[in-house]
């Protein structure tokens, strides 16, 4: 098994899923088909399906072109608003790619009701660390904002994957790591893993594929809410519900501006999904 992250957009990934012993492939979000089209093709793998993590349309608006290039080609998504959708798939569900990739289906609804990441392993390499596909939901040292969602559901969302093994790779949907770390810092400054974060994110200039689910419970204040940190910095009490603070944390997200400019930066984008046009922001 083996990942390849495509930049694309101003700063979102898309990804090839590559099966090794049968060449075969799945892209994740392809919104940029040419570039997706030309990294296949520099792999010499057969593209035959597509792995849609939320309908936003940075993430699914290239799924058109994706089918009109890739006909035979499934497209997995989590509800029918992601465009040209082919197969819907739910929490738990499980597919094959090629002969050895097994795919994951975790529903993780908030940044949209129809979230869903998607853990990969390779059945012929059992001791190669796992990967995740987490779309919005989690971002290296960060979390999606709320915007079909709450912080209890955002909560249990990332509860849920980090379920899976420490060693789960994440590859993440935007590139958001220095944004985040700005953040990470203002609320838990002494974590030395937040210091290991910031090495990270000035030693490299794509950070999805680097860390691990292990890495996010360390120094991911999404994940972290009963830290004391995380309390001290959401005014919360001994008894002030998780989904409080979550709301409060994300609350000081949006409102944070110690970031980079490029991060200050909210990116609107234009979707349309059944006829029906559409504006959301997105953004850290």
């Not at 940075?58 to 058109?64: A, L, Q, R, T, V």
């Not at 709320?146 to 790779?169: H, Q, V, W």
């Not at 409080?244 to 997200?253: A, E, H, P, S, V």
Request: aromatic content about 8%.
């Amino acid at each position: 098994m083996r990942v390849l992250p495509v930049p694309v957009r101003e700063d979102n990934y898309a990804y090839l899923l590559v099966d090794e012993s049968s060449n075969k492939a799945a892209a994740v979000d392809p919104y940029d088909v040419p570039k997706i089209a030309d990294a296949a093709n520099k792999l010499g793998v057969q593209i035959v399906a597509a792995l849609t993590t939320h309908h936003h349309f940075d993430h699914s608006g290239g799924n058109k072109d994706f089918a009109a290039k890739y006909p035979d080609a499934t497209i997995f998504g989590g509800s029918d608003k992601v465009s040209a959708l082919s197969k819907l798939v739910k929490d738990q569900d499980e597919l094959l790619l090629g002969d050895n990739t097994h795919i994951r289906c975790l529903a993780t609804p908030c940044h949209t009701q129809d979230s869903i990441c998607y853990y990969v392993t390779d059945k012929a390499k059992p001791t190669q660390p796992g990967g995740v596909f987490t779309g919005d939901t989690l971002f290296i040292g960060g979390s999606g904002r709320f915007f079909e969602g709450t912080g209890d559901e955002m909560n249990r969302a990332l509860k849920y994957l980090g379920t899976l093994p420490d060693s789960t790779i994440v590859y993440n949907g935007h590139e958001y790591t220095a944004g985040n770390l700005a953040f990470a810092k203002s609320v838990d400054p002494a974590n030395p893993a937040v210091a290991r974060l910031e090495t990270l994110a000035k030693t490299n200039k794509i950070t999805t594929g680097l860390t691990t689910i292990g890495d996010e419970k360390e120094w991911n204040v999404f994940m972290r809410l009963t830290s004391d940190a995380v309390k001290s910095a959401t005014a919360a009490t001994a008894d002030t519900p998780e989904s409080t603070i979550m709301d409060t944390l994300r609350d000081q997200k949006n409102n944070f501006r110690g970031c980079v400019a490029r991060f200050e930066l909210i990116h609107k984008v234009e979707s349309s999904y059944a006829g029906e046009k559409t504006s959301s922001v997105v953004d850290p």
